[in-house]
């Protein structure tokens, strides 16, 4: 009887890559309700086996079930959602058919809270989360959402006046350091971020010698 291919990308992901080695047309293939390998890899947390499925057979990263959902709606740990999001480029923002993005049907399920609140630093695609719009790079902060009771307006504004508003590099110092520590995806060190990033959208400044500019009417 052949091996259940779902079976070992369960339990035993290195004789589903031998398998595999045999038989690469299996690495695409999806059972009745749409589960695929790629599924089962992330939910499963096999990282090794998550990267071989996309990079050596070629698996679509954005493929989805029967429900319309990718792997990253069924991850259990920041790791594999990383993989998935940052290495593999799936776009966090894709929505199953019932209007539900991964974050927002993981937060509604309140099983794997960790996960949510790292989707929620991810943005609304890979462009965003990479760094990049449009295909053009850009630099761009991980930032947590903006604090309760805080209201950003987005709008644009000329070269000068952007060359003279850069990021301040204290800021950014503090939170390369914090986004580095263990705790970092913790109630506790997210809150810490959260209080930076008041900090500094409230205009309190990070730095002793920074300055701002006065505007020009």
């Given at each position: 009887m052949?091996?259940?291919?779902?079976?070992?990308?369960?339990?035993?992901p290195a004789a589903l890559l031998a398998l595999l080695q045999e038989d690469a047309s299996l690495a695409v293939?999806?059972?009745?309700?749409?589960?695929?390998?790629?599924?089962?890899?992330?939910?499963?947390?096999?990282?090794?086996?998550?990267?071989?499925?996309?990079?050596?057979?070629?698996?679509?990263?954005?493929l989805r079930d029967e429900d319309g959902e990718t792997a990253l709606f069924v991850v259990e740990s920041i790791e594999a959602a990383k993989v998935l999001v940052e290495e593999?480029?799936?776009?966090?923002?894709?929505?199953?058919?019932?209007?539900?993005?991964?974050?927002e049907k993981i937060e509604a399920e309140e099983e794997w809270?960790?996960?949510?609140?790292?989707?929620?630093?991810?943005g609304s695609g890979p462009d965003i989360a990479n760094g990049t719009t449009n295909g053009e790079s850009s630099e761009v902060?991980?930032?947590?959402p903006v604090p309760e009771g805080l209201q950003i307006t987005?709008?644009?504004?000329?070269?000068?006046?952007?060359?003279?508003?850069?990021p301040d590099p204290e800021f950014r110092r503090r939170i390369e350091e914090l986004a580095a520590r263990?705790?970092?995806?913790?109630?506790?060190?997210?809150?810490?971020?959260?209080?930076?990033?008041?900090?500094?959208?409230?205009?309190?400044?990070?730095?002793?010698?920074r300055s701002v500019r006065p505007r020009q009417e």
């Amino acid at each position: 009887m052949a091996p259940n291919p779902y079976v070992l990308a369960a339990d035993n992901p290195a004789a589903l890559l031998a398998l595999l080695q045999e038989d690469a047309s299996l690495a695409v293939t999806q059972d009745e309700h749409g589960y695929s390998l790629i599924h089962a890899a992330a939910s499963y947390n096999h990282i090794d086996l998550l990267r071989k499925l996309v990079k050596d057979f070629n698996v679509p990263v954005d493929l989805r079930d029967e429900d319309g959902e990718t792997a990253l709606f069924v991850v259990e740990s920041i790791e594999a959602a990383k993989v998935l999001v940052e290495e593999l480029g799936l776009d966090p923002s894709l929505k199953n058919d019932e209007g539900y993005t991964a974050r927002e049907k993981i937060e509604a399920e309140e099983e794997w809270p960790a996960v949510a609140e790292y989707l929620k630093t991810r943005g609304s695609g890979p462009d965003i989360a990479n760094g990049t719009t449009n295909g053009e790079s850009s630099e761009v902060l991980d930032l947590p959402p903006v604090p309760e009771g805080l209201q950003i307006t987005v709008g644009t504004m000329d070269e000068e006046v952007a060359e003279e508003q850069q990021p301040d590099p204290e800021f950014r110092r503090r939170i390369e350091e914090l986004a580095a520590r263990s705790d970092f995806q913790t109630p506790e060190g997210q809150a810490e971020l959260r209080r930076l990033v008041e900090e500094a959208v409230m205009g309190g400044g990070l730095s002793e010698d920074r300055s701002v500019r006065p505007r020009q009417e």
